[in-house]
């Protein structure tokens, strides 16, 4: 199975496919490990990719975006699962996260101003949710955002926040109503470099290293009523209808790198030999690879339908934390049986299966724990 050519998409998408491919082989591959060593990507990356179209290409032509259908945002997406490395790109954040959180709830103002520039890659942005002592309880957040006057006053901390050094602005996930719980939480922009609003340290992961992911800290920053998206008290409703987008993409992102990863093994299966022909000719890489290549077809079958959904808008919340749960799940599981394969050598850094292996971990927990998903849909039932 191929990612390749599903009948999902049509001939102009498989050439934005193509060109995607390009990109992160020509811009990202050769350069990973050095960004590894410096945890950050080079903003030149972001403005490149802006300038090849690859950055929120759902957003329409009034706010600078080419106004394309989602697929296009999940080919973009599925590349960068694809590419050695892509998972310290921060891309899917921008384009199937924050801009949507803007383009679906923002006001006018807030619109014409931040979405042209993320379309070109200018500027890069980021959410906060989580806090050191709350993760998939948002409802418990601390962080605070009190009206006075014509401004908000925002305090807390947050932490775990992707893009998180190299944001322009931010979308703080706070309480305007501390006494009502989940009724009481906003979506707040702050930019950086407002006083009080203070980016800690560039946190060291096991992997996605590339990946910017930092604490913040706010100290009585005032910012304009204006920054706030839609209505006070929306908050966690707004969180709740974007979602699914955003745990589908991670799907899509978890199921490309599957993908490469069996392709990999494939390969290098066939070129090593061990007891006197191939490993490949060996009938316990070709159960193990038969079954992998079989996941593979029914994740994408399942994908593609909830793809089709998310254009059409019916894709129910459900579908997307299935996604997300069995993409992320199975994917670890593939990558680990790829690793072996490559007996020692898969357990060096030099080795794209080992960064595969490290990079994927982090999926079953970030957007949704493996944990939150099973009981979001056992609820469901």
Not at 11 to 36: C, G, K, T, V, Y
Not at 136 to 157: F, H, K, P, W
Not at 309 to 324: H, N, P, R, S
Request: glycine letters at 10%; aromatic letters at 10%.
């Amino acid at each position: 199975m191929s990612m390749e050519n599903r009948s999902i998409y049509d001939s102009d998408h498989e050439l934005f496919r193509a060109n995607a491919r390009r990109f992160f082989r020509e811009e990202l591959e050769p350069n990973i490990e050095e960004w590894e060593n410096a945890s950050i990507v080079p903003r030149e990356f972001w403005r490149s990719a802006g300038e090849k179209g690859l950055l929120c290409c759902g957003i329409p032509e009034e706010y600078g975006g080419p106004g394309a259908d989602f697929k296009y945002n999940m080919i973009s997406s599925e590349e960068i699962g694809y590419a050695i490395g892509g998972g310290s790109c921060g891309f899917a954040l921008q384009s199937d996260i924050t801009a949507y959180y803007i383009l679906n709830h923002a006001s006018e103002e807030l619109k014409q101003k931040w979405l042209p520039p993320m379309v070109s890659g200018e500027i890069i942005s980021s959410i906060a949710m989580t806090e050191p002592s709350t993760g998939s309880d948002l409802q418990a957040i601390r962080t605070t955002a009190i009206r006075d006057g014509d401004e908000y006053v925002i305090n807390g901390q947050k932490t775990f926040i992707t893009n998180g050094q190299h944001s322009d602005f931010v979308i703080v996930v706070c309480k305007t109503d501390p006494t009502l719980g989940a009724k009481g939480i906003s979506l707040v922009i702050v930019e950086t470099g407002t006083p009080g609003y203070e980016k800690g340290r560039n946190l060291d992961k096991i992997g996605q290293k590339a990946a910017d992911t930092s604490e913040m800290f706010f100290a009585d920053v005032r910012v304009p009523v204006g920054n706030l998206i839609g209505e006070e008290g929306k908050g966690f409703g707004y969180l709740m209808s974007e979602l699914p987008r955003e745990r589908l993409t991670v799907a899509f992102r978890a199921w490309a790198e599957a993908q490469r990863a069996y392709e990999l093994t494939v390969e290098y299966t066939k070129e090593r030999e061990a007891f006197g022909k191939p490993l490949f000719a060996q009938q316990n890489t070709a159960f193990s690879l038969a079954d992998v290549a079989t996941e593979l077809a029914v994740g994408w079958a399942y994908l593609d339908q909830c793809l089709g959904k998310i254009v059409d808008g019916t894709l129910t919340a459900q579908e997307g934390a299935m996604a997300k749960l069995w993409t992320t799940e199975k994917e670890g599981k593939i990558v680990d049986t790829c690793l072996q394969f490559f007996g020692g050598y898969g357990y060096m850094r030099e080795y794209p299966i080992s960064r595969m292996y490290t990079d994927a971990r982090v999926r079953r927990i970030y957007g949704g724990s493996t944990e939150i998903m099973k009981l979001f849909i056992g609820r469901s039932l």
